[in-house]
């Protein structure tokens, strides 16, 4: 499971279920993350292959942890999420479907 950090305003609007999806810009940091927790191949791009090398639209649901700000001892939420990509006006965006969210530390293997 990895850890993302995450701004205020959004990790209390997750955490209360008003927003619903989280996006990440598409660069080498997430890519390597996001590659490592869903176990697919992902191009600078942003698609997203399995290892037959077929397109992948959108993920199965991974544990992920959204933490509010960077120090140690800042609050953490669980989430449940899908990943997929997203194409505004050629800028290429990770989108995290949330589907369940949680502050208790799920069991990370059980979603395997």
Not at 25 to 50: L, P, W
Not at 71 to 80: E, K, M, Q, R
Request: charged share 30%; hydrophobic share 35%.
């Amino acid at each position: 499971m990895i850890i993302l950090p995450i701004r205020p305003k959004y990790f209390y609007q997750i955490r209360t279920g008003k927003k619903k999806d989280d996006c990440r810009d598409c660069k080498a940091y997430y890519i390597s993350k996001f590659k490592r927790v869903y176990k697919i191949n992902i191009s600078e791009s942003g698609e997203m292959t399995n290892d037959k090398g077929e397109k992948i639209i959108l993920t199965a649901p991974k544990w992920l942890g959204l933490k509010n700000g960077y120090a140690t001892n800042d609050p953490v939420i669980y989430v449940f999420a899908t990943l997929r990509t997203e194409t505004v006006n050629e800028v290429t965006k990770f989108v995290l479907d949330i589907q369940k969210v949680t502050d208790i530390k799920p069991n990370w293997r059980a979603d395997e």
